[in-house]
């Protein structure tokens, strides 16, 4: 544990494009002490009734807000970066580090359920670690979350079979009027200027390509979630395929400033310095 008061946590895998330090000014941090992250806003599933058993009523607004409770998603919380006050939070901390320890994993042999057979991982830990101590000052950071990669129609093959480049201006004219669609296994989080903040997933198409491969073109647009719904209710914005790839549909995609994309070379030149393949 960090000897610090204040700690920010941050997976691996977790890279920002901007200083990490702005979250600790954040309104809703000093305000609460507590800030998270919403997960993808995908597959709809509704765990009110789950809720219902293991949160104590009266229930807080913020649980019958969320995802769980409305059904929208069976994901509310992404767990690549929380930032915490510990002494104003240190009983839920506790909690959470008990959620996230012997009572994680099932025992069929001594008819135990696990904490991460009822949810995706230590994802929803958080959170649900605050409500079940009683403490509901946390605090959802209200950026958006979306994707980053290539707008499609970028890459073409040609009559030999080879794969030719295709000029961002070409592509975003081919697809005037149409929705947009990125595939990619990183998400995106956006400051609440819309602007990226951080994105996990580290920075190759699957976790077995070489260092040698990664490209700054890979990430070429980003995306961010619409919060319009299709017309039976459902959200069906998102599409997911293997090696944790994640393809978004949006009406419209934006492109990175000049400062962002010098970032995103940084990240990547750093990261081919190293053998991580």
């Given at each position: 544990m960090s000897s610090f008061r204040e700690a920010l946590f941050i997976d691996a895998d977790a890279l920002f494009l901007t200083s990490p330090t702005a979250l600790f000014d954040s309104p809703q941090y000093t305000k609460t002490g507590a800030l998270f992250f919403l997960d993808r806003n995908i597959s709809p599933e509704s765990k009110r009734g789950w809720l219902r058993t293991i949160i104590p009523p009266p229930y807080s607004a913020q649980v019958k807000s969320s995802r769980l409770w409305t059904g929208e998603s069976g994901h509310q919380q992404e767990s690549g970066v929380v930032l915490v006050d510990k002494w104003k939070h240190f009983v839920p901390l506790l909690l959470c580090a008990r959620l996230n320890?012997?009572?994680?994993?099932?025992?069929?042999?001594?008819?135990?359920?696990g904490v991460y057979d009822m949810v995706y991982g230590d994802k929803?830990?958080?959170?649900?670690?605050?409500?079940?101590?009683?403490?509901?000052e946390y605090s959802f950071h209200q950026g958006g979350a979306g994707v980053m990669g290539r707008?499609?129609?970028?890459?073409?093959?040609?009559?030999?079979?080879?794969v030719k480049q295709v000029s961002l201006i070409e592509a975003a004219e081919a697809n005037k009027g149409k929705n947009i669609t990125v595939c990619a296994p990183q998400l995106l989080h956006l400051d609440t200027d819309g602007r990226p903040l951080w994105f996990n997933g580290w920075i190759s198409k699957d976790k077995n390509e070489r260092s040698g491969n990664v490209d700054i073109s890979a990430f070429q647009v980003f995306l961010e979630e619409p919060e319009y719904k299709a017309a039976n209710g459902e959200n069906n914005m998102w599409e997911i395929h293997e090696a944790n790839v994640c393809c978004l549909t949006a009406p419209k995609f934006f492109t990175f400033t000049k400062e962002e994309k010098e970032v995103l070379?940084?990240?990547?030149?750093?990261?081919?310095?190293?053998?991580w393949s």
């Open positions: 320890g012997q009572d994680r994993d099932s025992d069929s042999d001594k008819g135990k359920q929803e830990t958080f959170w649900l670690s605050w409500e079940l101590a009683g403490d509901v707008l499609n129609g970028t890459e073409e093959i040609d009559m030999e079979g080879k070379q940084m990240i990547l030149d750093t990261a081919k310095s190293v053998d």
